[in-house]
């Protein structure tokens, strides 16, 4: 499944509609093209364009599974203002609380410099589903993950009530993006990976029948063998990124299917094999139940971060 189009024609506000007041000092951007929708096979992604076309700023929603989670990127000039050594406060307002996050040095394509986030909120607010010991950190250089639920969807009710996204740092940046209405945005993302979910056969009703996830029963044993692997040439360069690894776990436990994507898009991590060839030959899970206290297929994901102190 690839392909691209563009959604219908969104309301921009232009003189209008945030409820945050700007001050002399902000720089607030209208977006400058409609949202473009990149559906590939393996992720979900809203683009869009805001300011001056020669010089724009850029900002991505992606998804890779049906999931309540997201990732959002932006990037442009007034983002390579910034120190990456200190925090810059988010807020997608007026619905959700402003938090403060520090950023990895990350980049997008010719765009540049760019921050990296999860959904709407602080990731301190997010309660994960399973232990927070499912995957603990290592030995230096580190390698660190979490479990994120799949098969639910983004609250669409929710992104009616986001009309803008700010990032601030004292005395460098307080950029504003306004969103206008984001909920039919949000609504075509959420059938993308309703789509892609059908494809690896796991229909709408699946949810509904889902009553326990997958446990990753030797989490452990198989992340030390990827810490291993950290590639030499990104070892060497001090290069850092984030993978995705979504994995299909059958019935009997065993993976059926791993997908490794770089959310980061980061250079020197070429690897000969991948920690996906790692899960396929030793990951062990509790497979998901379903009503009927029966083993099920399921979804499991979650983010890699590759560190170096």
């Not at 010719?110 to 990296?116: N, S, V």
């Not at 250089?141 to 803008?164: C, D, K, M, R, W």
């Not at 590639?231 to 059926?256: C, H, M, W, Y």
Request: contains cysteine.
């Amino acid at each position: 499944m690839g392909y691209d189009f563009w959604l219908p024609a969104l309301a921009i506000s232009v003189a209008f509609g945030l409820s945050a007041p700007a001050s002399a000092s902000d720089v607030v951007l209208d977006p400058n093209q409609k949202w473009v929708a990149n559906f590939g096979d393996n992720s979900c992604k809203l683009i869009r364009s805001f300011g001056d076309e020669q010089t724009p700023t850029v900002l991505v929603l992606e998804q890779y599974a049906p999931s309540e989670s997201f990732t959002w990127t932006v990037a442009g000039p007034y983002v390579a203002q910034t120190r990456f050594s200190r925090d810059v406060t988010v807020q997608w307002g007026p619905f959700f609380d402003p938090y403060e996050q520090k950023f990895q040095d990350a980049t997008l394509g010719t765009i540049g410099k760019a921050f990296m986030g999860r959904n709407w909120v602080s990731p301190d607010h997010l309660v994960p589903s399973t232990s927070k010991d499912a995957l603990r950190s290592l030995d230096k250089p580190e390698l660190a993950s979490g479990y994120e639920p799949v098969l639910g969807q983004i609250n669409e009710a929710e992104a009616a009530g986001v009309e803008y996204v700010s990032f601030t740092q004292k005395n460098r940046l307080h950029l504003v993006l306004r969103l206008s209405d984001l909920a039919p945005a949000i609504a075509t993302l959420n059938k993308c990976t309703r789509d892609l979910a059908a494809e690896w056969g796991f229909d709408e009703s699946y949810a509904d029948r889902l009553t326990s996830t997958p446990i990753w029963s030797n989490v452990s044993d198989v992340a030390r063998r990827i810490q291993e692997k950290y590639p030499a040439r990104a070892l060497s360069r001090g290069a850092q990124a984030n993978f995705k690894v979504r994995i299909i776990v059958g019935t009997d436990g065993r993976p059926e299917r791993c997908d490794w994507i770089n959310e980061t898009k980061a250079d020197d991590f070429e690897m000969g094999r991948t920690p996906c060839d790692i899960v396929m030959e030793d990951a062990e899970f509790e497979p998901a139940i379903d009503q009927e206290d029966r083993p099920i297929r399921s979804i499991y994901q979650s983010t890699i971060r590759y560190r170096i102190p």
